[in-house]
């Protein structure tokens, strides 16, 4: 089992729909949780660090769960913009925190 | 604000050749990494340094080497290139638990 697995998807939505991402991790211990964003041929960004209660930005709402050791992330009302790939990383703990990437999520918005 | 820098940003060599990628931050981070990106494959981790003097292998290390010998500056040396590197190259700096900052990255080819 990979550390860190994402749905590759591609996620076909239209504009204005709401669309959810999860990510599974297999380290219980690990401690740092984020959200990128990469656009074709560009470097990954951040997009949110995810919060153990849960943190929104505008449209985009990020959820830990640890019990079921995931991370979620929401987009409401979707634009042509977010089209993109979103990784989901994993920092863990014992003195390591090596980010660990999942594979990402393709997002195509279409008019 | 420079962030990370990767130096250069396209590069052709010829199996055998050997050349070195150049990344420098200038946040202060103690961690910078290495990662290599091939369509499919999402990120993977090719050597890490978690200081100044101190380096380590990542997921994909054999056919690289790395130095770090100045804080700022994490180095990615290929000896003796194949096709198979040829590849996209991230770098990117992070502090000990926080987001990971990345270069624009480096499109390598080796014929």
């Known amino acids: 089992r990979k550390e860190v697995e994402q749905d590759p998807g591609p996620f076909n939505v239209p504009e204005g729909a709401t669309v959810a991402f999860n990510c599974t991790y297999s380290?219980?211990?690990?401690?740092?949780f984020f959200w990128y964003r990469q656009d074709c041929r560009k470097e990954p960004k951040l997009l949110m660090s995810?919060?153990?209660s849960g943190n929104e930005d505008g449209r985009f709402t990020a959820q830990l769960n640890r019990a079921s050791q995931y991370i979620s992330l929401l987009i409401r009302d979707s634009k042509l913009s977010d089209s993109a790939t979103y990784l989901c990383v994993v920092k863990g703990s014992g003195g390591s925190y090596i980010p660990t990437f999942g594979r990402g999520t393709s997002l195509i918005v279409h008019p | 604000n420079a962030g990370v820098t990767q130096t250069p940003k396209f590069r052709v060599l010829k199996t055998g050749q050997s050349m070195t990628l150049l990344c420098a931050q200038d946040?202060?981070?103690?961690?910078m990494y290495w990662y290599r990106q091939d369509p499919g494959m999402g990120l993977r981790l090719i050597h890490y340094?978690?200081?100044?003097?101190?380096?380590a292998k990542g997921e994909v290390p054999d056919g690289y080497n790395v130095s770090r010998l100045k804080k700022q500056n994490f180095l990615l040396g290929l000896e003796s290139a194949a096709p198979s590197q040829t590849s996209v190259y991230f770098c990117?700096?992070?502090?000990?638990?926080?987001?990971?900052?990345f270069g624009e990255g480096s499109r390598l080819t080796v014929l």
């Open positions: 946040m202060n981070h103690e961690y």
């Open positions: 995810v919060y153990s």
């Open positions: 380290n219980s211990a690990s401690q740092s």
């Open positions: 990117a700096s992070s502090r000990f638990t926080g987001e990971l900052f």
């Open positions: 340094s978690v200081g100044e003097g101190t380096t």
